[in-house]
Nanobody, 117 residues
Framework: VQLVESGGGLVQAGGSLRLSCAASGSTRSINTMGWFRQAPGKQRELVATVGSGGGTTNYADSVKGRFTISRNNAKNTVSLQMSSLKPEDTAVYYC???????????WGQGTQVTVSS
């Protein structure tokens, strides 16, 4: 499975960005998809996940009410709509795909999100 992210960039605090991740390869074997982020000097952390059907979502407390994850299985994409962005949201955001049966996880190359104050 290959994951390619897009949509990162520089935005002012309070602004919005939409990240997208396109999956290719053995996409039928993908279970949960999600977004993680890693800020400089910090560990990678979960931002949001969405189940295989798109109906089950999970968010980090820090982004609840501001970020929305969605999934389009027909297009093999997962998106993250980010609103009311804060400087502390600045990080490299990584797309993640967890495989059925093996729980092996694939990662995208990451996309930088920078929120200026």
């Amino acid at each position: 499975v290959q994951l390619v992210e897009s949509g990162g960039g520089l935005v002012q605090a309070g602004g919005s960005l939409r990240l997208s991740c396109a999956a290719s390869g053995s996409t039928r074997s993908i279970n949960t998809m999600g977004w993680f982020r890693q800020a400089p000097g910090k560990q990678r952390e979960l931002v949001a996940t969405v189940g295989s059907g798109g109906g089950t979502t999970n968010y980090a407390d820090s982004v609840k009410g501001r970020f929305t994850i969605s999934r389009n299985n027909a297009k093999n994409t997962v998106s993250l709509q980010m609103s009311s962005l804060k400087p502390e949201d600045t990080a490299v955001y990584y797309c993640n795909a967890q495989m059925r049966y093996t729980n092996y996880a694939y990662w995208g190359q990451g996309t930088q999100v920078t929120v200026s104050s």
